[in-house]
Every structure is written in C-alpha cells, then in structure tokens.
C-alpha cells in the first residue's frame, strides 16, 4: 500500500532514510535553503516555492494554482512502489494540505471527510493550508467538499514543529 510521509525540512533526512521513499515534495518559501536528500534522485524531487499564507502579503509569494498544478502532475506521474515524503518548513500546514491533496487526487472516489479525519488522527497537529486545498478543491471538482472537510477537523495543537505521521492511501 502506497503512503505519504509528513515531516519538517529538520526531519527530512532521516524521514527519508526510515521510510525508504523514492519521491519529495518540498513547500518552502522563497530563499529557504533545501538540500535534496542523497537518496532522492533530482527528478523525483519537487520543490514548490509559497509562503504559508492565505491571502496575499507584501513580500510573500501566496500559494496558486500553478503550484497546486505542479504538485498534482508530481503526485500522478509517481509510480506509488516506494513512499513519497512530503515537507514544509515545520511540517504542519503546506505539507499538511498537501498530503491531504494528494490523497484526494489519487483517490478521487474517496470521502473527503473521511480522509481528513484520517489526516487529524495521523497528526494531532496538522493544520493544512486552506489556500492550497481550496485550489486543489477547484481544480479537483470537488465542489467545496475538500475546504468543507479541513475546516471541519479545525485548527490542529499549537505546536513549533510537527512530529513526522503517516498517511496510508487506501
């Protein structure tokens, strides 16, 4: 069974190294510095640059439908043989809504509401991007069901850095 792996960029290495994953996602504001891990070939690794906001901000790059594009193409073209690692900055919101992206692109028939109580048991702390998932929600045509879904696990725990979780698909 194909799984995503949640972490922040500090733990990114050694998530890498556990869980034996062959793709990499990374969600990082402009100028952060990403080493890729040894592991990941150069292909297989995506890096998508956004601020963690919702709304526009001077100086910030807001999350849009080009990078949501991109994360989709990334997530479909991965053969799901060995796990994919997906990270942001403290592993709690872009890399969050991601995973939870990703998991309604590659499972379209699947209850978002669902999914996303899968994603608060996983991870008591994760708080997805709302802008990431309500493009990914238009783009998906899930008429509003992915954003219904987010808000309805609210805001995870106060937290600096999210523990790495698993998100099984399927």
């Known amino acids: 069974m194909p799984t995503l792996h949640v972490c922040s960029l500090s733990r990114l290495e050694e998530t890498v190294a556990a869980t034996g994953a062959s793709h990499v996602v990374t969600l990082v504001s402009v100028g952060t510095p990403v080493a890729r891990p040894v592991a990941i070939l150069e292909d297989r690794h995506l890096t998508l640059y956004m601020s963690d906001i919702v709304e526009p901000m001077d100086g910030h790059v807001l999350p849009a439908r080009e990078h949501v594009e991109r994360l989709l193409a990334f997530v479909h073209a991965w053969e799901r043989e ?3 690692v997906i990270h942001c900055w403290a592993g709690i919101s872009r890399s969050t809504a991601s995973a939870f992206v990703a998991a309604c692109a590659l499972a379209p028939e ?8 899968r994603l608060r048991a996983a991870s008591p702390m994760a708080t997805p991007n709302r802008r990431i998932v309500a493009v990914a ?7 509003g069901r992915m954003v219904a879904a987010i808000d309805a696990i609210g805001r995870g725990a106060d937290a600096f850095e999210g523990a790495p979780f698993t998100l099984s698909l399927g």
């Open 82 to 84: 060995a796990p994919m």
């Open 110 to 117: 699947a209850d978002e509401a669902a999914l996303a109580a």
């Open 137 to 143: 929600d238009e783009i998906l045509g899930r008429n």
